[in-house]
């Protein structure tokens, strides 16, 4: 479907009116204090509380002016995941992102240890085109040369996302994608220890359990908790274990400042069954030809923060955040049609250390009589990523080692990297619920590597003919000027209008610079991607009959990183993927979420009166229709060509039902075609590349919930469909990925109050 023309006329048109916000009564702002939770707000001119969520809407509205940042004016998402009647533990993206639209969703693994989503043509690749982040500090390897998140927070342990879309860039970071935040569960404040205690099991060996151990005491807020998962998984060789542990303590030294600190641990051990070819998915998507490739995970974050009220027009909030950690991938990365024959795997080994500041100074103030507000702040960033390639042990086993440590057969490099930014962004209110929203941020990136890579070519006999070293030092710095303007009109009922123009920014990643792969191959000139994107919008709620947020936009990349198929590497010319700088091109679409109260609405028309029935019904739809293309390329096979990982429609809906104590959900996932490289290869030898076919999954679940037990069961895939969501150059595959078949889980969880405050 063609809805170019469609799209950009209407961004034309409605954009030249773009930016935020609305007045309250009272003309006052709503700013999180000092020792609220994040949930509650509180003025700071007019002391005023917002109670808790009482309507059962999975669209969540959310405060112009938050804690640090301006959210007037753009596309952002919130959705409550413990509301959602979903058997969370089983971390089933597709029912806990079902209230967000336009995602596409990757399915790499059966208990969602990494996080694949993307979105406007954006790589779902562990969610490597948002900046992610935890409780507000960042969870990626490295959020500019690395950013990829190999931990995702346990969806049992998440209270709610936040999802801010491209017009986030000038706050956090310069992400095409923009920004995901998982904000963990808050301690239980009403005893002194409280415990929630959780048990599960499901198909395929499913077994999971975690405690909750938090309380509050005298200014003090404490909460530790750890959950551990495993699976033998639906397909032969892999068997899988994650365990993951946080700790949070918070001091409120007065009513205006507050200390937090936080550590959260992980480690996981996943064996690998490699990907598939499509003749060998079409034949049996069960089947595994690796044996011998295993994948662990080592995560560590800490962070200290300190939230202070000024004075009663003025907050404080500054984050430091550290992390060490680790990820390793070891096995027979050759073709997937290609038999193992055993021998020495290949080990790829990264560790990653870094420390980062982020300081925000919210400040309110009087203009034309309205209250308007400015957030303004700094981030100071040092990171370090070593990156080494070699060969390893000949076994079947996780044996992370390598053969020849000081003489590694692949490479080894070193990536520093250091990162300063400062951003502003205002909120003008011009009255008559009229706001303007300008901003900008200066970023400074430094990005070096320093190391070798070895070069060994052998005869038909194996014996080596050419085993050369190349030393390599890089370094590309770079300043950045972004800006964006956004424009909010709010009627006194609640009804939004919305528009933003930000420039967009993706430095290249250390990947780029280096990887030894035969089924990718980087182009050395490779650069950074520049744009930008245009959203325009409309929010709101009508009664307590619908809630909606339908909007249109417009992404536009200069020199768009993507790959190619090529087949000129001698002496086989087999196909692999070939990353670079392919073309400008752009993505646009229609992103639409709908939250119809089925019942209130026959009583508003009067087919029945249901107001005193305490069932709740509710549709959620949820549906997007997307489309981009390249533009003039070097490339001719790729002028012209649709961009890669953009479905022509993606939609996910869903039913809820509440009754007393009982909730279900149903929910209905599909998604269009699409293609993996640029070229829009439909089939190759690799497996590699080619398209996705369009597929449809149907999943149950249901909640039943008491003061001290809630019971949770869920049937994911109903209907036993064979589908697949993705192609990976390199672990988990390479080849096709298979998506779980039919399971089902179950689980249940008791709350405790040991001692009462």
């Known amino acids: ?297 080592n995560w560590n974050i800490a962070s200290v923060g300190i939230n202070a009220i000024l004075d009663t027009a003025t907050t404080l909030n500054s984050i430091f955040s550290g992390m060490k950690s680790s990820r390793t991938a070891l096995g027979d990365l050759n073709r997937i049609t290609m038999i193992d024959m055993g021998g020495p795997r290949t080990m790829i080994d990264g560790k990653f250390i870094n420390i980062c500041n982020e300081t925000t100074l919210t400040h309110q103030y009087r203009l034309f009589n309205q209250t308007s507000a400015i957030a303004v702040g700094t981030r100071l960033y040092w990171g370090s990523t070593e990156q080494q390639q070699g060969d390893a042990s000949s076994g079947s086993g996780p044996d992370f080692a390598f053969l020849n440590p000081d003489a590694l057969e692949g490479s080894s490099y070193d990536f520093p990297i250091t990162n300063a930014a400062i951003f502003a962004e205002g909120l003008v209110s011009l009255g008559g619920g009229f706001s303007v929203i300008p901003g900008l941020r200066l970023e400074r990136i430094d990005t070096r590597a320093h190391g070798w890579y070895r070069t060994i070519i052998r005869d038909l006999a194996g014996n080596r003919i050419v085993d050369t070293v190349t030393n390599e030092e890089r370094s590309r710095n770079r300043v950045i000027m972004l800006g964006g303007l956004g424009v909010q009109w709010r009627s006194a009922e609640g009804f939004e209008v919305y528009a933003n123009a930000v420039q967009n920014y993706r430095a290249i990643t250390f990947t780029d610079l280096r990887v030894v792969n035969p089924n990718l191959i980087v182009d050395q000139d490779i650069h950074d991607e520049r744009g930008y994107t245009l959203d325009v919008g409309s929010r709101g709620q009508f009664a307590d009959i619908l809630a909606w947020d339908i909007s249109v936009f417009y992404l536009r990349y200069n020199d768009k990183i993507g790959e190619v198929t090529r087949s000129d590497q001698p002496p086989l010319y087999l196909p692999y993927r070939y990353r670079t700088n392919i073309a400008d091109a752009f993505t646009q679409g229609v992103e639409c979420v709908a939250d119809i109260n089925i019942l209130n609405a026959w009583s508003a028309i009067g087919i029945s009166r249901m107001d005193e029935c305490p069932l709740q019904l509710h549709l959620l739809l949820n549906a997007s229709v997307l489309g981009g293309s390249y533009e003039q390329s070097a490339e001719q096979a790729v002028t012209g060509k649709a961009v890669e990982f953009v ?44 398209v996705i076919p369009e597929y449809s999954v149907i999943d149950f679940s249901a909640t039943y919930t008491t003061p001290r037990i809630i019971v949770r069961a869920s049937l994911n895939n109903a209907l036993d469909t064979n589908y697949f969501t993705r192609r990976a150059a390199s672990y988990p595959g390479p080849g096709i990925i298979p998506s779980d078949p039919r399971t089902v889980a179950l689980s249940i969880t008791a709350n405790l109050s040991l001692f009462s405050r």
């Open 1 to 297: 479907m063609n809805i170019g023309k469609k799209v950009r006329n209407t961004l034309i048109s409605v954009g030249l009116v773009v930016l935020v916000v609305y007045q309250t009564a009272g003309n006052t702002l709503s700013v999180q204090s000092a020792d609220a939770d994040d949930a509650d707000t509180v003025t700071l001119r007019k002391v005023s509380v917002s109670g808790n969520r009482s309507n059962h809407f999975i669209i969540s509205p959310i405060d112009d002016v938050g804690i640090g940042v301006i959210n007037a004016g753009k596309k952002v998402e919130l959705i409550y995941v413990q509301e959602l009647p979903a058997n969370t533990a089983t971390n089933n993206a597709r029912q806990v992102f079902a209230g967000i639209a336009g995602l596409n969703v990757w399915e790499s693994d059966a208990l969602g240890l990494q996080l694949g989503i993307g979105g406007r043509g954006l790589s779902p690749s562990r969610s490597s085109n948002f900046t992610t982040r935890q409780n507000g500090y960042d969870i990626a390897a490295d959020p500019l040369g690395y950013p990829e998140s190999y931990y995702t927070p346990p969806m049992e342990m998440v209270e709610r996302i936040n999802i801010v879309r491209g017009g986030g860039a000038l706050r956090y970071g310069t992400q095409f994608g923009g920004m995901v935040n998982f904000g963990l569960l808050k301690p239980n404040r009403s005893s002194a220890l409280h415990a929630r205690v959780s048990a599960g099991t499901g198909s395929y060996g499913l077994v999971h359990g975690s405690l909750v151990l938090s309380g509050a005491a005298k200014g003090l807020d404490y909460q530790g908790w750890m959950q551990y998962r495993r699976t033998d998984g639906w397909r032969s060789n892999s068997t899988a274990y994650q365990g993951t542990g946080h700790t949070h303590l918070a001091v409120s030294l007065s009513d205006y400042v507050r200390i937090t600190a936080e550590f959260t641990g992980m480690h996981y051990l996943a064996q690998e069954p490699g990907g598939l070819s499509d003749k060998m998915f079409d034949t049996n998507p069960k089947q595994s030809v690796r044996a011998r490739n295993w994948f662990t995970v």
């Open 647 to 690: 479905p022509p429609y993606l939609l996910r809906t869903s039913i809820r039902l509440e009754w007393d104590k009982l909730g279900c959900m149903m929910t209905y996932s599909q998604v269009g075609q699409q293609y993996t490289d640029a070229t829009n290869t439909t089939h190759s030898a690799s497996a590699v590349t080619g």
